[in-house]
């Protein structure tokens, strides 16, 4: 998502073409052509220009809906109703790709979840991502951490600092859960599922840099003993607080802080690899 404000002045935009199955934007003010994956202006009066990201999710219905008290949602245009696509994905996926990067170990519609920070990218397979979630990493020299939705679908990528401190994180689980409900049982077995870093095992801590503070913006997470009844939750190993999804913390010495968050794009492979030439691939 990019803003629509180049030096000042507004610019709308429609869908002017596609480019190696990635959309062409134009603007009616200048005419300029503008590439949809990273806001840059190709051609015309604004060549070299590039458009601010916002902030995004990329998230279902049911966990926008889990966080927020009240929302918008985009209502279709009834005249063109007929022409929207309910099975979009699955047909896109079906179509050959007009560009191929053969020699990597991903395929072309392998999808990715693309991060670029501090002038370095990385790809991360997304079934990688599902199977080890939260997973942890280090890209130019800042620690990230990409977790997966209970969904399956829907993900986010945080700064893991706290406190100007770099940290581990690890899911929080059922078993975990039920022994601070029956406290009077004896402790179980370690059952903390680490967060995988590209060794595919969990990482040591690293070295220091910053961390912001605001609310935190979900509720606590629920006392009753039905482990179905539980949320999500993270553990960090600096302060052994809990975390939610929107990567802040409920409980614990953190309460309140919340981490950095790092744009993400889910992409195919191909799309992702053309237009970031030197981006690495997570090793898990």
Not at 58 to 82: C, D, I, N, R
Not at 119 to 126: C, I, K, L, N
Not at 169 to 180: G, I, P, R, V, W
Not at 194 to 204: E, I
Request: aromatic residues 10%.
């Amino acid at each position: 998502m990019w803003t629509r404000t180049v030096n000042g002045q507004p610019l709308h935009f429609y869908l002017a073409g596609i480019n190696n199955q990635n959309f062409l934007m134009r603007d009616k003010e200048t005419g300029t052509w503008w590439q949809q994956i990273n806001g840059k202006a190709i051609y015309g009066p604004l060549k070299g220009a590039s458009l601010d990201l916002v902030p995004y999710d990329e998230l279902t219905f049911a966990e926008w809906k889990s966080e927020v008290s009240s929302g918008q949602v985009l209502a279709e245009v009834p005249k063109y109703a007929k022409k929207y696509e309910s099975n979009w994905e699955p047909e896109i996926a079906k179509l050959p790709v007009v560009i191929s990067f053969p020699g990597t170990e991903l395929k072309s519609r392998d999808l990715v979840v693309g991060v670029d920070l501090n002038g370095a990218s990385r790809a991360y397979p997304w079934d990688t991502l599902v199977k080890q979630s939260p997973v942890m990493d280090q890209i130019a020299g800042t620690p990230v951490l990409i977790a997966v939705a209970p969904d399956k679908k829907s993900f986010r990528v945080f700064v893991s600092r706290i406190d100007a401190k770099n940290a581990e994180f690890f899911l929080k689980t059922e078993t975990d859960q039920l022994a601070e409900a029956n406290p009077q049982k004896p402790d179980p077995p370690e059952t903390l599922s680490p967060a995988k870093g590209s060794s595919g095992a969990a990482l040591k801590p690293a070295v220091a840099a910053g961390a912001s503070s605001h609310p935190a913006d979900a509720a606590q997470p629920s006392t009753k003993a039905d482990p179905a009844a539980k949320p999500w939750l993270m553990l960090d190993t600096a302060t052994a607080s809990e975390w939610n999804f929107q990567g802040c913390a409920v409980s614990g010495p953190a309460q309140g802080k919340c981490l950095d968050r790092v744009p993400a794009l889910k992409d195919y492979w191909f799309d992702w690899r053309n237009y970031h030439p030197d981006t690495t691939i997570y090793k898990h």
